[in-house]
Nanobody, 117 residues
Framework: QVQLVESGGGLVQPGGSLRLSCTAS????????MGWYRQAPGKQRELVAT???????NYADSVLGRFTISRDNAKNTVYLQMNSLKPEDTAVYYC???????????WGQGTQVTVSS
């Protein structure tokens, strides 16, 4: 099993920035498709961004141009740089690791992001 630990969440004003980090252990990190998802109260969990082992990225329309996903394979870490934050970005953000044919997706415990004045 892969263990994922998120960090970097907090309270920020609209227009501000946060950088989330997710560090993995127990797997071969460079082989995983990594992703960030979020879930607001009373809402379904939704995809925010993904990044493949080769560095190809994919973003939800709602965050495109504001958020950037990246990975550092040497540190077993994936990042989510969030700029121009909006109140509707408020959610618990979850890190995911998908090994493809080698096993099931793993999830972190989540980190709270609150965007408010």
């Amino acid at each position: 099993q892969v263990q994922l630990v998120e960090s970097g969440g907090g309270l920020v004003q609209p227009g501000g920035s946060l950088r989330l980090s997710c560090t993995a252990s127990g797997g071969i990190f460079r082989l995983y498709v990594m992703g960030w998802y979020r879930q607001a109260p009373g809402k379904q969990r939704e995809l925010v961004a993904t990044i493949t082992s080769g560095g190809r990225t994919n973003y939800a329309d709602s965050v495109l141009g504001r958020f950037t996903i990246s990975r550092d394979n040497a540190k077993n870490t994936v990042y989510l740089q969030m700029n121009s934050l909006k109140p509707e970005d408020t959610a618990v953000y979850y890190c995911s690791a998908d090994p493809g044919a080698f096993g099931a997706r793993s999830w972190g415990q989540g980190t709270q992001v609150t965007v408010s004045s």
